[in-house]
């Protein structure tokens, strides 16, 4: 299985960017896929998550501002950023748990996000 990201760049503060994510391989079902972040020197951390059958969860920092979907036919997962800020500065990563058939955890690559003026 591989998770490729699409979507970082170079966005100005109050800005809005699409993240998107495809699994490919022989998936038999997804349970959950996931957006995490990494600033310079901090710990990875988890921005949006969707569980099959239960309502996104948010960072608290990001709630109202980033809005986490999924295509289960695609196999894929956006994350759609508005009101950028500074802050909002990381490697953010696609991370899903997948069975394929053995349920396991996959990450993705990374994509920058760089917020600045």
């Known amino acids: 299985v591989q998770l490729v990201e699409s979507g970082g760049g170079l966005v100005q503060p109050g800005g809005s960017l699409t993240l998107s994510c495809a699994a490919s391989?022989?998936?038999?079902?997804?349970?959950?896929m996931a957006w995490y972040r990494q600033a310079p020197g901090k710990q990875r951390d988890l921005v949006a998550e969707?569980?099959?059958?239960?309502?996104?969860v948010y960072k608290d920092s990001v709630k109202g501002r980033f809005t986490i979907s999924r295509d289960n036919a695609k196999n894929a997962v956006y994350l759609h950023m508005s009101s950028l800020a500074p802050e909002d500065t990381a490697v953010y990563f696609c991370?899903?748990?997948?069975?394929?058939?053995?349920?396991?955890?996959?990450w993705g690559q990374g994509t920058q996000v760089t917020v600045s003026s």
């Open positions: 391989g022989r998936i038999v079902s997804v349970a959950s």
């Open positions: 991370n899903a748990q997948i069975a394929a058939p053995i349920l396991e955890e996959y």
């Open positions: 969707m569980i099959a059958g239960t309502d996104p």
